[in-house]
C-alpha cells in the first residue's frame, strides 16, 4: 500500500544547531515533493518544492534533498530558532495515476528550545 | 481581505443539524479544495474543483456535501454528521496549468474551520 511517513515523535533540538526531518515515501513515484510548515490551530503554508530531477533545494535557512532511489526526502533548518517550532508536513503529487492533488504526511513536530 | 478565508472558524452542532461551511480565495486561483485534518492524522483530502467542476471525490461520505458556485467560493454542506466528524477542516486553492494532467502547484490554505459534532 502506499504511505508517506514522518517521524511521528517530536523532534526537540537546541537554538543554533541545524533541524533535520525525514520523509519516506511507500509505492509512490512522485513528480513533486512539497514541505509545508503548520502551526497550531492553523493551516499549512508552503515552504519549498522539489522536483524528482533535482538533488537538492535550498531558500534561506531551508534545505531540502530527494532521494529518488531512497524514496526519501530530507528537510533541513540551519542555525534553528524558537520561531521555527512548528509542525512540518511533506507532500507529494503522484507522478502516473491522473490523482491532481497532494497527498500529506501525518508531520513532525519540531520544538526548538532557546 | 487576502488569501483563502474560511468561516466559521469554530462550529459546534449536533448530528441532527445542518450547517456549512464557507470559504472564499482572493488569490485568482483556478482550483479549490476540501482537506479533513483529525488529531494524529494526515491531512484527508475529500473534493477538488478545478475550474468550478468536481474532479476528485475521495470516497467522503454523502453526509458531507460540496459546492463550488465560482472559482473564489467554495462551500462544505454538512448535515447529520456523527461526532467522529470532528475535525479541523482545512480549504485550500492553487493555480493550475491548462491541461496538465496534475496540480504541481503549492497550495494555499486557509486557517481553517474547528468543526465539533456532538
Redesign the interface.
Known amino acids: 500500500s502506499q504511505k ?1 511517513e514522518q517521524n ?1 515523535e517530536a523532534l526537540n533540538i537546541q537554538e543554533g544547531k541545524t533541524a533535520t526531518l525525514t520523509c519516506n515515501y511507500t509505492n509512490y513515484s512522485p ?2 515533493l ?1 514541505w ?1 510548515r503548520q502551526d497550531p ?6 515552504l519549498l ?1 522539489i522536483r524528482e530531477n533535482e538533488k537538492e533545494k535550498r531558500k534561506e535557512r531551508l534545505k531540502v534533498t530527494f532521494d529518488t532511489t531512497l524514496k526519501q526526502s530530507l528537510f533541513h533548518i540551519t542555525a534553528s530558532q524558537p520561531a521555527d517550532s512548528a509542525t512540518y ?1 511533506c ?1 507529494l ?3 502516473d495515476t ?10 513532525t513536530r519540531l520544538q526548538v528550545q532557546p | 481581505e487576502t488569501g ?1 478565508t474560511q468561516t466559521p472558524r469554530h462550529l459546534v452542532m449536533g448530528m441532527t443539524n445542518k450547517k456549512s461551511l464557507k470559504c472564499e480565495q482572493h488569490l485568482g486561483h483556478n ?1 479549490m ?1 476540501w ?1 479533513k485534518q483529525s488529531a ?4 484527508e ?1 475529500m473534493f ?1 474543483y ?1 475550474l468550478e467542476e468536481r ?2 471525490n475521495n470516497s467522503v461520505p454523502s453526509r458531507f456535501s460540496p459546492e463550488c458556485p465560482n472559482s473564489s467560493h467554495l462551500f462544505l454542506h454538512l448535515h447529520t454528521l456523527q461526532p467522529e466528524d470532528s475535525a ?1 477542516y ?1 480549504c ?1 486553492s492553487s493555480q ?1 496549468r491548462p491541461g496538465a ?4 502547484g ?7 474551520s ?1 468543526l465539533t459534532v456532538l
Open positions: 508517506i511521528s513528480a513533486y512539497q509545508y490551530g492553523r493551516g499549512p503554508v508552503f518544492l508536513l507532500a503529487v503522484q507522478s491522473g490523482r491532481r492533488a497532494l497527498t500529506f504526511g501525518s508531520g | 483563502v482550483a479544495y482537506y494524529k492524522k494526515p491531512l483530502l477538488v478545478s474532479v476528485e479541523l482545512l485550500a493550475e494532467a496534475m496540480n504541481t503549492e497550495l494555499f490554505f486557509g486557517e481553517g474547528r
